[in-house]
């Protein structure tokens, strides 16, 4: 069993097609479409969306991923129907719905609890904000006026010898890193000890992945730190060259 998805939007046919494209990545994973109206409308239904949660609570959570604002009132609403019990597992993600969709469904796939599930989808937006920024915050905006400085980061601790592997492979899959190879990377990687970055971005991270738009022929290149970082480059160099099951 997994966290479930319910994706909640005015209109029936984005809400079934977002849900085709998260479960292209995510099989194992309920995703439930709650778009449109009862009667086939543009609109969000309280109905439907309960359930959708019905429907994919398993009993290890449900995360809700809206798409306007009257949507994300209906969804508070429908988790106010719920009992104490289940309202506990039940979360609302602050992300795009899409981009989010995506994300949770990746992180639901590799057994991630429904908090996690829902911080995956919300990182998602992280990666259309400005360095530096916090999604949904704009760079100096009046009430970051006299706000105190950030503590300076601390140095990083520079990993023993032993705890370091890198690669670098050529993409030989038709369609390079696209969204499906992407999901597999960040599926197989999810849960070793190690850090892992690919050309400059998380390795663990599907919508990081996307971003990078590697095409055929490009070079993906992996830097891992970790006990595990050996066996991460190995299992992403067997995928690179494999062309992630494409070929």
């Not at 709650?34 to 309960?50: F, N, P, R, V």
């Not at 359930?51 to 009132?73: C, H, Y």
């Not at 609403?77 to 506990?88: D, G, N, R, W």
């Not at 390079?176 to 991270?205: C, F, M, W, Y």
């Amino acid at each position: 069993m997994s966290v479930g998805l319910v994706v909640v939007s005015h209109s029936a046919k984005l809400a079934e097609g977002v849900c085709e494209l998260a479960a292209q990545m995510a099989a194992d994973v309920s995703i439930a479409a709650a778009g449109g109206t009862d009667d086939g409308g543009i609109g969000t239904s309280l109905e439907k969306i309960m359930a959708g949660i019905a429907a994919t609570d398993s009993g290890e959570g449900t995360v809700l991923l809206t798409d306007l604002g009257s949507a994300v009132m209906t969804a508070e609403s429908a988790l106010e129907f719920l009992e104490p019990e289940q309202q506990q597992r039940v979360r609302m993600a602050d992300a795009p719905l899409v981009e989010g969709t995506v994300a949770a469904a990746v992180a639901a796939q590799t057994g991630r609890s429904v908090a996690d599930v829902a911080a995956a989808a919300e990182s998602a937006g992280a990666s259309y904000a400005p360095d530096g920024e916090t999604p949904g915050k704009a760079s100096g905006a009046a009430g970051d006026a006299g706000a105190p400085a950030p503590a300076p980061a601390e140095p990083e601790q520079e990993p023993a010898a032993g705890d370091t592997a890198s690669g670098a492979w050529t993409l030989v899959n038709p369609m390079g890193l696209h969204a499906r190879p992407a999901a597999v990377v960040a599926q197989l990687l999810a849960d070793l000890d190690a850090e892992i970055t690919i050309n400059g971005v998380d390795g663990k991270s599907v919508m990081m992945l996307m971003t990078l738009g590697l095409r055929p022929g490009a070079t993906l290149s992996a830097t891992a730190t970790g006990p595990d970082a050996a066996r991460a480059v190995e299992l992403l160099a067997e995928q690179v060259r494999n062309g992630f099951g494409e070929i």
